[in-house]
């Protein structure tokens, strides 16, 4: 009976490396993370498979399109390296299972990796990191590298880990009906830190030498009636013109410059305040 093969710890830390830091390899729109994929896949097929024609057709399976969140992502990685150990040694595993796992897989971990990891974890670093800036430390910017790399590091490598040992059970922990809540809880927890952010950051005011008919300060007034109503109406706005009608962040902030030039011309705005 032959040997059972399995996977050095070697070849698995390359097959990590080649997706954390190729994942974007020759990414196109046709293909995606197609060929970052195969980068990460290739040292395992090297060491699963003696021939040539064989590691050729193992890899003929990850040549479909593949898109997905590449740190949440990676846990679908790991199972895969997994899966492709159990086909090597003669399990009932084909193309279309391992494509039908990646497949099912890319999107939900999508959406989970870009309401927890860009729209919650990276949002929190950055709003860190800007009290650090201030009066222009450095200390903002070295935290958010240092911090940012260690995480997302620590956290793909956890997540590889998991795929390949546990397989389809690591995922469940994840995208399964019993973690809605814990997602739902982490997604709110996120959403209250980047609503602190924008009350902290965001700084709106009128011109000074805008007055009411009564002789009062126009700015004043909007304080005593509700304070910081302006930052508030623009960061509302902000995220209805994103989030409902789907405007690009860039075209966005266009947007916001000709605001802040026509309100300059026509006076709402003081040109020489500092924001």
């Keep these: 009976m032959a040997e059972k093969k399995k ?37 395992i097929v090297e060491e699963l498979y ?26 679908i990685v790991g199972v895969t390296a997994g899966l492709e150990e159990a086909r090597a040694n003669g ?37 860190i990191a800007l009290g650090l800036s201030t009066g222009g430390s450095p200390l903002g910017a070295i935290f958010y590298i240092v911090v940012w790399n260690l995480l997302m590091f620590l956290g793909m490598r956890f997540a590889y880990n998991q ?34 952010v924008g009350a902290t950051w965001v700084s709106i005011t009128c011109s000074p030498n805008l007055v009411l008919p009564g002789g009062g300060k126009f700015q004043d007034t909007l304080d005593g009636i509700y304070p910081h109503l302006l930052p508030m109406v623009f960061i509302v706005f902000c995220w209805y013109m994103m989030t409902k009608k789907k405007v690009n962040p860039i075209v966005m902030m266009l947007i ?19 924001y």
């Design 91 to 127: 399990e009932a595993i084909d193309d279309d299972a391992i494509n039908g796992i990646r497949a099912g897989l890319m999107g939900p971990l999508a959406g989970l990796g870009d309401s927890l990891i860009v729209g919650t974890l990276i949002p929190i670093l950055l709003g």
């Design 163 to 196: 795929g390949y040992e546990l397989g389809g059970k690591a995922v469940e922990a994840l995208v399964g009906p019993k973690a809605k809540a814990l997602r739902d809880s982490i997604v709110m927890v996120g959403t209250m830190v980047i609503g602190a």
């Design 7 to 43: 996977l050095s710890k070697k070849t698995l830390a390359k097959s990590f490396r080649n997706w954390s830091y190729g994942n974007l390899t020759c990414f196109s729109q046709e293909h995606m993370q197609t060929f970052g994929y195969l980068c990460a896949m290739l040292p």
């Design 256 to 274: 916001l410059v000709v605001i802040a030039f026509v309100g300059v011309v026509i006076g709402f705005f003081d040109p020489a305040l500092s």
């Design 50 to 75: 003696d021939t040539p024609e064989e590691q050729k057709q193992a890899l003929q399976t990850y040549s479909a399109f593949f898109n997905t969140e590449p740190q949440i992502g990676t846990m």
